[in-house]
């Protein structure tokens, strides 16, 4: 079956704080797998993917197929990552599969 | 261009009664995804559309549910004789083509309260 889960409702972190959000895939084959966000009365739309391996607004995620996973990672939190946090996997059939996201949380 | 648009953005209906969304994609993209997205979960996965075809609906998708793209352009979806747990953020999706590395572009949703 194909499934991404988000283990985490929300995570509440001060600014400065390190960050991770987990992510866990299953899928048979080479998985291609994004991260989405969705801030504050703002559509969705896609923040990274693991292929090109770059590092947007600080963020970063690493593809760790033998733990099945595709954490999301920043050294350090801003006030304005706030915001709805989704894993995606891109399926065999053409469409996105969503985990059930993650509510970042960065306090003053 | 604006990017996806979508109508209407917010929709109350009474149980029973037909509705109808629309979805103008990104004017070059061939294809065109719906999603729903229900209170705490992720966007699941409807139809989706490259042209006119449709290329695969979700089990989600009830008969009392339609959708059309009849010119490879916007997309409607209909919801017949809605239920309750049809209540949920309707989103629509384009890309400029099916792969992987071809990103799905998504609009502001419709938010359906069926009462």
């Known amino acids: 079956a194909q499934r991404v889960t988000q283990p985490e409702k929300l995570l509440s972190v001060f600014k400065g704080a390190p960050v991770e959000l987990k992510c866990n895939y299953s899928?048979?084959?080479?998985?291609?797998l994004f991260w989405y966000v969705q801030y504050s009365r703002q559509r969705l739309q896609l923040l990274l993917r693991?292929?090109s391996r770059e590092s947007i607004k600080g963020f970063t995620a690493d593809l760790n197929k033998g733990e099945t996973s595709f954490h999301l990672k920043k050294p350090f939190a801003q006030e304005e990552d706030s915001a709805m946090y989704y894993c995606?996997?891109?399926?065999?059939?053409?469409?996105?599969?969503f985990g059930q996201g993650t509510t970042l949380q960065v306090k003053p | 261009d604006t990017g996806v648009s979508q109508d209407p953005r917010h929709k109350i209906t009474k149980r029973g009664q037909n509705v109808t969304f629309r979805c103008d994609p990104i004017?070059?993209?061939?294809?065109l995804y719906w999603y729903r997205q229900t209170l705490g979960q992720g966007p699941e996965f409807l139809t989706y559309?490259?042209?006119?075809?449709?290329?695969?609906k979700s089990r989600l998708l009830s008969d009392r549910f339609s959708a059309e793209r009849p010119k490879g352009s916007f997309s409607t979806l209909e919801i017949q004789r809605t239920e309750q747990g049809d209540s949920a953020m309707y989103l629509c999706?384009?890309?400029?083509?099916?792969?992987?590395?071809?990103?799905?572009?998504f609009g502001p949703g419709t938010r359906l309260t069926v009462t």
């Open positions: 693991h292929i």
């Open positions: 559309f490259q042209n006119e075809a449709q290329l695969e």
């Open positions: 999706a384009s890309s400029y083509g099916g792969g992987w590395s071809y990103e799905q572009y």
């Open positions: 004017s070059e993209h061939n294809r």
């Open positions: 995606a996997l891109f399926s065999n059939t053409g469409k996105l599969i």
């Open positions: 899928y048979s084959g080479s998985p291609e």
